[in-house]
T-cell receptor, first 113, second 114 residues
Framework: EPEVTQTPSHQVTQMGQEVILRCVPI?????FYWYRQILGQKVEFLVS????????KSEIFDDQFSVERPDGSNFTLKIRSTKLEDSAMYFCASSEEVGNTIYFGEGSWLTVV | GESVGLHLPTLSVQEGDNSIINCAYS??????FIWYKQESGKGPQFIID?????DKRQGQRVTVLLNKTVKHLSLQIAATQPGDSAVYFCAENIYENAGNMLTFGGGTRLMVKP
């Protein structure tokens, strides 16, 4: 069964460092997303991406965050200067169309120290 | 203020019993609802969805009921198994522009006793 894959599964970084989280969405999907989940809290929407541009973003997705689809398969989330409060599980997701099922990856656990 | 971890409501059931997990959603404009299962350290796993023009949908061992009048969603799991132990989230979606933003509920922890 097709799945969303994410790397790395776990990353530890120093505060102020840049981090890039990588995702390979399901191959025929056109919509891509990043969500995050702080330990013990709800899953929160960050950003959606379609046709090589951001279609929606939440208040969390400030100027420190950016997304990119550098080639035909990868979808990345960059945090330019990490803060302690960025420590969370980051989930990539994709869907075929708007209104179709959104499938999530296994997550990248980011720890900022 | 201090950030406090989410206290999850817990449903404890005996293996073989039926489970009912409830969710109240917030936005009357939401038109698509999904139930996800999340095991510890893993991503949300799709279980079943329902659109606002329906009030019931059945899958394999699972049924979702939607009551738009009171903005309530429920997930019924028949013959609950130990492998069903996880946190269950409902999520709602409003189609706006070209986006597809899910708003997740707080989750319910299901514990299945053998």
């Amino acid at each position: 069964e097709p799945e969303v894959t994410q790397t790395p599964s776990h990353q530890v970084t120093q505060m102020g460092q840049e981090v890039i989280l990588r995702c390979v969405p399901i191959s025929n999907h056109l919509y891509f997303y990043w969500y995050r989940q702080i330990l013990g809290q709800k899953v929160e929407f960050l950003v959606s991406f379609y046709n090589n541009e951001i279609s929606e973003k939440s208040e969390i997705f400030d100027d420190q965050f950016s997304v990119e689809r550098p080639d035909g398969s990868n979808f990345t989330l960059k945090i330019r200067s990490t803060k302690l409060e960025d420590s969370a599980m980051y989930f990539c997701a994709s869907s075929e169309e708007v209104g179709n099922t959104i499938y999530f990856g296994e997550g990248s656990w980011l720890t900022v120290v | 203020g201090e950030s406090v971890g989410l206290h999850l409501p817990t449903l404890s059931v005996q293996e073989g019993d039926n489970s009912i997990i409830n969710c109240a959603y917030s936005n009357s404009a939401s038109d698509y609802f999904i139930w996800y299962k999340q095991e510890s350290g893993k991503g949300p796993q799709f279980i079943i969805d329902i659109r606002s023009n329906m009030d019931k949908r059945q899958g394999q061992r699972v049924t979702v009921l939607l009551n738009k009048t009171v903005k309530h969603l429920s997930l019924q799991i028949a013959a609950t198994q130990p492998g069903d132990s996880a946190v269950y989230f409902c999520a709602e979606n409003i189609y706006e522009n070209a986006g597809n933003m899910l708003t997740f509920g707080g989750g319910t922890r299901l514990m299945v006793k053998p």
